[in-house]
């Protein structure tokens, strides 16, 4: 039987978070034995969001094969089983790009190419390609209806309703239906405004979810579904809640899931949630809280850091804890440096965390940050950009050293620890530098990483450029570094560690991409369970010398 086709567009303002509402609708159906898949669709010009700034368009989410996509796909990957790759997330710019080298090579047969049928055709053949072998694809529309750059999307997918029928498709609405304070009432005019546009290019939505910060009264729910021209029951309260994770249980106490299969005309067994209801009684319910401290580049914008983020909840949802995140912009921990005031930034915290970043900007904030958790035995964690300025914090400070650096940030040192992947490889433009997606890694027996894991080959996804030097791997290693990962044939060195550490190690991969509320990643799990006995005895040690003080205050003075 041919894949149905749910369409979630929005209306009104971005960041309604129509990429939640598609995940979560995804949940909501495999919890229901459906075979889903989920695919976005980017308007902007640019190819991907490989070379955008993070301030820009947040975090890059890569897929296994290598595809630079969209934040919202690291959404539909912890949210669902879909297996995402470069097919789930088209924008404006790889559209174009496909189309003119067809034209240039001649496929056109010498035609006018025009937006229709042309790009409509190639946005269609795009959802079809992913819509195969599964039951339902969910298709996100990116920006807001009355954008101009969205406009041949909407194009296409109604043309999709008016050649596979209404049975086939369906269009769900993500809306606002603000709370003005002044009128001490909700308004519906916004919707009713969104819906009409939508209408003015000959879409009717079939369910609207209204974005709205309380429960939506019936005759609210009434009102709008008389002048959006849809069933009473199809207006949805989307209610704000303080985790995300709690969307598929809004979703499904509103009833979408069953309103979706209606529509749809499909069959499908009872839900069953209960590993989800696990979850969010955990995140609202932790026995306790660890803090961790996040040194970056990019700690200004949190989207830059998006399943960073979520991998940290997911690790301490694993300990039933609750994660505290800090964001240290380390540029600033550089300005202190004179006075060593950076060690009052960094203290307090049970764990560090050095994640990925490209540039020089804020790389000594790092390294400070760095050699505290090393010197101070405090649980360190760096990923990507983390693992390579640990190893240059350790070529300095413990191999000595002292301009060991990576040809990144200082082209002229005599001593690059971490050099470029271009040099190896001679490529020179600037998208074709990097390790792309997943590598295998073979993992030394009887290490950390043995332990984290549980085996001795995995696979991980990867997004960098630099590389750490074996040339000075000898030293290194017998100044106490241990390598505990590298590519099975010896070339690359993707994991690092010391053993004479309580937690401290690096990766040359990015984990987060891989974690998921219900399956969180055995690196942020361990990491978040270290950092959290580090503060435990941290607070142990306090509250024994506060005793000591109180009772024989002249021992302490004199220690």
């Known amino acids: 039987m041919p894949a149905k086709y749910i369409f979630v567009t929005g209306g009104v303002v971005s960041s309604l978070g129509k990429g939640l509402a598609a995940a979560s609708i995804g949940c909501l159906l495999e919890s229901r034995g459906m075979k889903v898949n989920i695919m976005k669709f980017d308007p902007y010009l640019n190819v991907d969001p490989g070379t955008m700034s993070p301030f820009q368009h947040g975090e890059v989410f890569v897929t296994d094969d290598g595809a630079e996509t969209d934040l919202d796909l690291g959404h539909y990957e912890r949210f669902t089983h879909a297996k995402l790759s470069r097919d789930n997330n088209w924008t404006t710019g790889r559209l174009y790009e496909q189309i003119i080298a067809k034209e240039r090579r001649g496929d056109y047969l010498g035609k006018t190419v025009q937006v229709i049928p042309h790009v409509t055709n190639e946005i269609k053949s795009a959802m079809k390609k992913v819509a195969q072998d599964v039951d339902i694809a969910i298709v996100e529309i990116g920006g807001t209806v009355g954008d101009i750059e969205s406009l041949p999307f909407m194009e296409a997918i109604r043309q999709m309703r008016q050649e596979l029928g209404r049975e086939h498709t369906l269009f769900v609405h993500v809306t606002l239906v603000p709370f003005i304070a002044a009128a001490q009432e909700l308004k519906t005019k916004p919707t009713q405004h969104s819906v009409k546009e939508l209408l003015s290019i000959g879409i009717q939505p079939d369910i609207l979810l209204c974005r709205t910060d309380r429960f939506l009264a019936k005759d609210i729910k009434s009102k709008i579904a008389l002048f959006c021209n849809v069933a009473d029951e199809a207006v949805i309260t989307a209610k704000d809640v303080a985790s995300v994770y709690e969307v598929p249980l809004v979703f499904a106490n509103e009833g979408v899931d069953t309103l979706v299969l209606k529509y749809l005309h499909m069959e499908a067994k009872d839900r069953d949630l209960s590993k989800w209801e696990d979850i969010v009684h955990r995140v609202y319910n932790p026995k306790d809280t660890v803090t961790i401290g996040i040194v970056g580049k ?172 074996r040339e000075y791997e000898e030293p290194m290693v017998a100044a106490g570094l241990r390598i505990s990962g590298s590519t099975p044939d010896g070339t690359y060195v993707e994991m690092v560690e010391l053993p004479d550490h309580p937690h401290f190690i690096g990766c040359q991969f990015h984990p987060e991409f891989k974690s998921k509320p219900l399956e969180p990643h055995p690196l942020f799990s361990t990491f978040v369970g270290a950092a959290y006995r580090h503060g435990l005895k941290r607070r142990a040690e306090k509250e024994t010398e506060a005793v000591e003080l109180f009772h024989r205050p002249e021992k302490v003075a004199r220690r």
């Open 298 to 469: 990019y700690v200004e914008y949190e989207d830059s850091y998006k399943s960073l983020k979520e991998a940290l909840v997911h690790g301490a949802l694993a300990h039933n804890l609750k994660v505290q995140i800090n964001w240290i912009e380390a540029e600033g921990l550089e300005s202190a440096n004179g006075d060593k005031s950076y060690e009052a930034q960094l203290e307090g915290y049970d764990g560090i965390l050095v994640p990925g970043g490209f540039g020089k900007r804020g790389i000594e904030g790092m390294l400070l940050a760095i050699r505290y958790a090393r010197e101070k035995k405090v649980p360190y964690f760096g990923i990507c950009l983390g693992m390579q300025t640990a190893c240059i914090e350790f070529a300095r400070n413990v191999v000595g050293l002292e301009e060991a650096n990576s040809s990144e940030f200082d082209p002229a040192t005599p001593h690059r620890v971490i050099y470029k992947l271009r040099e190896l490889r001679g490529v020179e433009e600037l998208g074709g530098t990097m390790r792309l997606g997943a590598w295998p890694c073979k993992i030394e027996p009887g290490t950390l990483a043995h332990t984290i894991y549980g085996k001795l080959e995995i696979s991980e996804r990867h997004r960098h450029r630099y590389e750490f030097n």
